[in-house]
């Protein structure tokens, strides 16, 4: 699975995104999928995940209510959407896949990455 991230840019705070990951294969359906983010100096930190049916979602703790992950199978394409955007929103973002089961956290249980998409929150 090759993932492709798009949808980054700028914005102010309260403003919001949307950021869309394509991917190419025919196995999409079959992974879960999750948005990471990292910003400069931090290490890569979980943002949410979705089941392959799109039934189960999972979000950190700091965008739970704001941020949205969703999927569209028969696009093999995940989404993000986020509102209420803040200066701490600030980041690379980067789409994930996962062959496992279950919802995931860990980068390290993820087996395919997209090559990010900058976020940019101005106050």
């Known amino acids: 699975v090759q993932l492709q991230a798009s949808g980054g840019g700028l914005v102010q705070a309260g403003g919001s995104l949307r950021l869309s990951c394509a991917a190419s294969?025919?196995?999409?359906?079959?992974?879960?999928m999750g948005w990471f983010r990292q910003a400069p100096g931090k290490e890569r930190e979980f943002v949410a995940a979705?089941?392959?049916?799109?039934?189960?979602?999972y979000y950190t703790d700091s965008v739970k209510g704001r941020f949205t992950i969703s999927r569209d199978n028969a696009r093999n394409t995940v989404y993000l959407q986020m509102n209420s955007l803040n200066p701490e929103d600030t980041a690379v973002y980067y789409c994930?896949?996962?062959?496992?089961?279950?919802?995931?956290?860990?980068?390290?249980?993820?087996?395919?990455w997209g090559q990010g998409t900058q976020v940019t929150v101005s106050s």
């Open positions: 994930a896949g996962s062959s496992g089961y279950s919802l995931r956290m860990s980068p390290s249980e993820y087996n395919y």
């Open positions: 294969g025919r196995t999409f359906s079959s992974h879960v």
């Open positions: 979705i089941s392959r049916n799109g039934g189960s979602t």
